[in-house]
Structures are given as C-alpha cells and as structure tokens.
C-alpha cells in the first residue's frame, strides 16, 4: 500500500478508520482522482480547486487550501516514489454517533490520500473500446464529485458484465455522461459534448481537451445530443484522468468504427501537454 496521509499524518502501509466515519455509512464525502506522469502531478490545481469546490456544495468546508493539498500530493508521490499512477483523495464530513443529519458541533472532516502505480491505458486509446448505453439513474448533481456512486457503480457493472468498458448514461433521452468519464460525437469535424450543468462532472480532462480543440482550431460545441445523434456519430471519445482520451468503437450492437482523425489529432496535442 506505501506511505498513506490520514489527518494530517503520514503512515506507513495501514490506517484505521472509523465505522462512525461519515463518509462509510451515508457516503458523506468528496473526492479527487490526481493522475501522476513520470513523478509530475497533471492538473493538480485543477483538481483541488474541484474539490474545494465539491466540498463548499455539500456543505464542508475543506480543511487545507489548494497549496498545502498540492504539497501534501507532492510529498506523497515521493515518498512512494511514484512514476506513474494515482492519488486518491476524499474528504469526509467526520466521525459522529450515525444520525443522518450534520453532527451537532460540526465534525473536523476526516482527509486520506494514497497512491497507486497506473500505467496509461495505451490499448483502448489506440484500438478504441466497447461501450453500453443506459438510462442516467443518478441524482441531480452530478457537478459534485460525491463518495455517493452507486448509480455509477450499478451501471458500470452493467457494462462490464455486457463485455463493455464504460456506460454512456442517458437522461429522457439525452447523452449525459459515461459511469466515470466525460462523452463527447464528431460530426462534420466538430465536437459536441454536454454543457458542464448539474447534469454532469465538469471533467478536468474535459477542460484539456477544450482547450486542445481551441488550439487545434476544431470547434467545440457545449450542447446537448440525443441517443440517436450518438449513434450516427462520424466518431465516439470518452475521457477521464484515468482513460485520458479513448475512441468508441461500438456502442450496444452499434460499431461506430475505427478510432477518426479527430480523435487521433486530440491525443496528440493532449500528449505534448502530460510532458
Ligand atoms: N472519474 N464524469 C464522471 C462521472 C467521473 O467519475 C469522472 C472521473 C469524469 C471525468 O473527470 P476527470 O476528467 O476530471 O477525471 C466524468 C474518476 C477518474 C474516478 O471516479 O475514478
């Protein structure tokens, strides 16, 4: 397991933790995946100030500011001696006898960070991945990286049980978001994913990826599409920190095809940025 920080403490190999944490009985809690390339933190500032943000949303303040989060993960990183890989991090509302309202006095919300060896999932970035489409059954702040994700969990297994890597979630009808990464269609050489609303997780490598567009002159267009617009998609991409940008190559029975052009020209820009 390596080195984990636990309140403010560094600790070799375990922690205990409380059954009375809130964050393990009501799933009271945010949290952050930070992507590690060759010992460097990607988007770290990004990331922490989603999770300050997430935290403010449920009501918690977070309890370090974004500086000391980033020194904290730098300090990790290197006392694992980590290249390449994953932080985890979550905050939880803290420790109280279980009673679903806030504990009176407030608890001091409960930090763990530990690190994980990841190497970059090259395969389904080159060949493209198998996809399911399902109904969105979450709730309606899908902006808030919550501990709560059984809906994402449910779904996720969904697609895994059907041979699939990831589950494009539909809501009446819309495309919102796959179980843990952000959507996106080509067509006519234009990107199409769905506005950063409630509906969704304004995904930080989503954030990369507009700006690649920006830089790569294809338009990018913040608006919704339905399940049949996916379909007749010219090219399918889905991204996350830890898939960075994979191709769609079939959705339910549908093939979408080989990874496009546009695809390929956004890993090559999105590569110059992990450097
Ligand atoms: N998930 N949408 C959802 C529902 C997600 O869970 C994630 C990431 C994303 C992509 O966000 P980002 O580009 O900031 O990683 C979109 C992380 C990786 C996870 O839960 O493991």
Redesign the pocket.
């Known amino acids: 397991m390596g080195v984990i920080y636990y309140n403010g403490e560094f600790h070799d190999d375990a922690v205990s933790l409380d059954y009375n944490d809130r964050g393990y009985q009501f799933g009271d809690g945010v949290y952050e995946?930070v992507r590690v390339y060759e010992g460097r933190l990607f988007t770290a500032r990004e990331h922490f100030e989603r999770l300050v943000r997430s935290a403010g949303e449920i009501k918690m303040s977070a309890p370090k500011s974004v500086d000391d989060y980033i020194q904290i993960c730098e300090q990790l990183v290197d006392r694992n001696d980590l290249v390449n890989g994953n932080i985890y991090i979550q905050l939880t509302r803290g420790v109280a006898a279980r009673n679903h309202a806030f504990p009176v006095p407030a608890t001091e919300p409960v930090t763990l960070m530990y690190t994980y060896t990841a190497e970059r999932p090259l395969k389904g970035m080159q060949n493209g991945v198998k996809t399911i489409s399902t109904e969105d059954i979450r709730w309606l702040r899908c902006d808030i990286k919550s501990l709560n994700l059984l809906a994402?969990v449910l779904n996720k297994e969904k697609a895994v049980q059907a041979g699939a890597v990831e589950a494009i979630q539909i809501r009446d009808g819309v495309v919102t978001?796959?179980?843990?990464?952000?959507v996106y269609r080509v067509k006519d050489g234009a990107i199409y994913t769905h506005p950063a609303d409630n509906l969704?997780?304004n995904?930080?490598?989503?954030r990369v990826i507009k700006e690649c567009s920006q830089e790569l002159a294809i338009p990018f267009h913040e608006e919704t599409f339905g399940h049949d617009d996916l379909l007749t998609s010219d090219e399918v991409f889905i991204?996350?920190?830890?898939l960075e940008i994979t191709p769609v190559n079939q959705i339910d029975d549908q093939v979408i095809g080989e990874p496009g052009p546009i695809v390929k020209k956004l890993q090559q820009a999105f590569e110059t940025k992990i450097k």
Request: no cysteine; proline share 0%; charged share 10%.
């Open positions: 995946v994402n978001e796959g179980a843990s990464s952000n969704i997780l995904g930080i490598t989503r991204s996350s920190t830890t």
